[in-house]
């Protein structure tokens, strides 16, 4: 079973950054897709940014062009950098390894919290 361990999350102030890193263990050969989704209280969990095994990469409108994501498949680890930090940026972000045949595995979560 795919293992997820997230770490960087914390405390910045409005227009800060963060580098968010989740290291997978326990993967098999194959195509994948790693991403990050944040839940802030009181909404719904949503997609943040997507990247596959191949480097292509997807985002959601609300961070294009501050978030950046990518990942070390040597490392088996993919990484969210987040620039331009907002308030509305607060939640948690939760990491998520899918293989390309469904099965999916998160990580347990880390929180960001962006003061005004």
């Known amino acids: 079973q795919v293992q997820l361990v997230e770490s960087g999350g914390g405390l910045v102030q409005a227009g800060g950054s963060l580098r968010l890193s989740c290291a997978a263990s326990r993967i098999e050969f194959g195509i994948n897709v790693m991403g990050w989704y944040r839940q802030a209280p009181g909404k719904q969990r949503e997609l943040v940014a997507t990247i596959t095994s191949s480097y292509y990469t997807n985002y959601a409108d609300s961070v294009k062009g501050r978030f950046t994501i990518s990942r070390d498949n040597a490392k088996n680890t993919v990484y969210l950098q987040m620039n331009s930090l907002k308030p509305e940026d607060t939640a948690v972000y939760y990491c998520?390894?899918?293989?390309?045949?469904?099965?999916?595995?998160w990580g347990q979560g880390t929180q960001v919290t962006v003061s005004s």
């Open positions: 998520k390894f899918r293989y390309i045949e469904g099965l999916e595995y």
